[in-house]
């Protein structure tokens, strides 16, 4: 069973940091591709950024250019993502999603989803 389940969100106030982690199981880590997605009320679901494991390439939106930055450690077989200097519209529900298919910030592709972690930002 494929398992995704993210900690470390939390209040921060603006310019402050806070990092996620995901840590996953019941597939093989290093074929899928993971990505960190976002939700805001009233708002879709947006790509934050994806790590392509077959290239060893990270992708970022445009919006968390600068300022956040994922990371992987794959013998913990878990994900992480480092937010620095946030801002109030940085405030969302963060996901972690893996897919066998996935490619890049949209969330075609992925099959699996975290519950998802708050991260609410306060100017």
């Known amino acids: 069973e494929v398992q995704l389940v993210e900690s470390g969100g939390g209040l921060a106030q603006a310019g402050g940091s806070l990092r996620l982690s995901c840590a996953t199981s019941g597939f093989t880590f290093v074929d899928y591709g993971i990505g960190w997605f976002r939700q805001a009320p009233g708002k879709e679901r947006e790509g934050v950024t994806y790590?392509?494991?077959?290239?060893?390439?990270?992708y970022y939106a445009d919006s968390v250019k600068g300022r956040f930055t994922m990371s992987s450690d794959i013998a913990k077989k878990t994900v992480y993502l480092q937010m620095n200097n946030l801002k109030p519209e940085d405030t969302a529900v963060y996901y972690c999603?893996?897919?066998?298919?996935?490619?890049?910030?949209?969330?075609?592709?992925?099959?699996?989803w975290g519950q998802g972690a708050q991260v609410t930002v306060s100017s």
């Open positions: 999603a893996v897919g066998l298919f996935a490619y890049g910030l949209t969330v075609e592709g992925y099959d699996y």
């Open positions: 790590l392509s494991q077959s290239s060893d390439s990270i």
